[in-house]
C-alpha cells in the first residue's frame, strides 16, 4: 500500500508540472494569474460537486467542528499560498520564486514533527538535502540569488509556508476520517469564495466561451493539473508520513522543466541535468522500504 500510495503522490507532481502546457495558452488568450487559479477552483468544485453526486452524496456532509480543516487546505494554503507566490514574482525572477516555493518540503517535516509527532531521520534529511539541492540546479537560481531582498525573501518563504499547509490540514482532515472527496471539494470551495475577489469570472467566461477548443482546453486545465493530483495526492497521505510525501512531490519543477523542453523547445543545460538527477536521487532515496527509519 506505501509503495502506490508514493506513486500516487509522485503522478501527482508530475500532473502540477504540467501546468505550464495550459496555464500559458490561457495567458495568451488574456487571462490573469488570479483568473486561473479562481477557474481552478471554480471548475475543481463543480468537478467534485458531480463526482460526488455520482459516487456517494453522504460524503458532502462534514461536522462544524471540522470546519477548520478545510478553512486550512483552501484558504491557509491554497490562497495563501497563490497570494504570496504571485506577489513574490513580481518581486524576484521566476527561478528564486520557485526555489523559495520549495522550502515547502523543509516547512512539512518540522510541522509534522510537531503536530503528528513524525522523525526528522537522517534519511529524511539527507533525501530533502539532495532535492533541495537539485531544484537549485533545476531553476538556475544561483545566478539570481544576487536579486533576492528581505521583503522577497519573506513572501517567498510564505509561499512556501502556505504550499506545505496542504499537507498539515489534509492530514487532520483524514484523521477525522473524511474521504480524499470530500477534502478535495471543501477545499477548493473554500478556495473558490477566497479568489473571486481578485479575479474577473465575466473574462473568464468569455474566453471560455469563444469556442469549442478553449472549453476543452480549461476542463481539460481543471481535470489535469487539479481535481486528479490532488485526489491522488491526498489519498497518498493515507499511507506516506507529510515529510516524505512533500518531497516526492517536489519533483513537480522537474516535470515542468521537462515539459518546456519537449513542448517549448527551453534548452537543456548541464546544470538543469545534473538539478534533476538529484531530484530524483532524493524522492528515490525517500521511496526506498528499510527495516527501520
Known amino acids: 500500500m506505501?509503495?502506490?500510495?508514493?506513486?500516487?503522490?509522485?503522478?501527482?507532481?508530475?500532473?502540477?508540472g504540467c501546468m505550464g502546457?495550459?496555464?500559458?495558452?490561457?495567458?495568451r488568450?488574456?487571462?490573469?494569474?488570479?483568473?486561473?487559479?479562481?477557474?481552478?477552483?471554480?471548475?475543481?468544485?463543480v468537478f467534485m460537486l458531480i463526482i460526488?453526486?455520482?459516487?456517494?452524496?453522504?460524503l458532502?456532509?462534514?461536522?462544524?467542528?471540522?470546519?477548520?480543516?478545510?478553512?486550512?487546505?483552501?484558504?491557509?494554503?491554497?490562497?495563501?499560498?497563490?497570494l504570496c507566490y504571485f506577489k513574490e514574482i513580481t518581486m524576484t525572477s521566476l527561478s528564486v520564486a520557485a526555489i523559495l516555493l520549495y522550502t515547502a518540503p523543509a516547512f512539512v517535516m518540522v510541522l509534522s514533527a510537531f503536530c503528528f509527532r513524525e522523525k526528522l531521520t537522517r534519511?529524511?534529511?539527507?533525501?530533502?538535502?539532495?532535492?533541495?539541492?537539485?531544484?537549485?540546479?533545476?531553476?538556475g537560481v544561483i545566478g539570481d540569488a544576487g536579486k533576492l531582498t528581505l521583503p522577497a525573501l519573506l513572501t517567498g518563504l510564505g509561499a512556501g509556508l502556505g504550499y506545505a499547509l496542504y499537507s498539515i490540514f489534509g492530514r487532520y482532515a483524514l484523521e477525522r476520517g473524511y474521504h480524499s472527496f470530500t477534502i478535495s471539494f471543501y477545499t477548493f470551495l473554500f478556495a473558490a469564495f477566497g479568489t473571486v475577489g481578485f479575479s474577473h469570472p465575466a473574462r473568464i467566461f468569455r474566453v471560455a466561451a469563444q469556442s469549442p477548443?478553449?472549453?476543452?482546453?480549461?476542463?481539460?486545465?481543471?481535470?489535469?493539473?487539479?481535481?486528479i493530483p490532488y485526489i491522488v495526492y491526498t489519498i497518498g497521505l493515507k499511507a506516506v508520513e507529510n515529510g516524505k510525501a512533500s518531497i516526492i512531490a517536489s519533483i513537480e519543477p522537474v516535470a515542468a522543466t521537462l515539459n518546456g523542453?519537449?513542448?517549448?523547445?527551453?534548452?537543456?543545460?548541464?546544470?538543469?541535468?545534473?538539478g534533476i538527477v538529484l531530484v530524483l536521487s532524493g524522492i528515490v532515496l525517500t521511496s526506498l522500504p528499510i527495516k527501520k527509519d
Open 2 to 16: 506505501k509503495r502506490i500510495s508514493s506513486l500516487f503522490i509522485l503522478l501527482a507532481g508530475i500532473l502540477w
Open 21 to 27: 502546457l495550459f496555464v500559458r495558452p490561457l495567458n
Open 29 to 45: 488568450y488574456g487571462l490573469s494569474s488570479w483568473d486561473i487559479v479562481f477557474l481552478r477552483a471554480i471548475l475543481t468544485t
Open 52 to 58: 460526488l453526486f455520482l459516487y456517494d452524496r453522504s
Open 60 to 82: 458532502l456532509r462534514i461536522k462544524i467542528r471540522d470546519i477548520w480543516c478545510f478553512l486550512g487546505t483552501g484558504l491557509f494554503s491554497i490562497v495563501f499560498f497563490n
Open 123 to 139: 534519511r529524511k534529511l539527507f533525501a530533502l538535502a539532495l532535492s533541495f539541492t537539485g531544484l537549485i540546479f533545476v531553476t
Open 213 to 227: 477548443g478553449n472549453l476543452v482546453l480549461v476542463l481539460t486545465f481543471a481535470l489535469v493539473s487539479t481535481v
Open 261 to 274: 523542453i519537449l513542448f517549448f523547445h527551453e534548452k537543456l543545460s548541464a546544470g538543469t541535468l545534473i
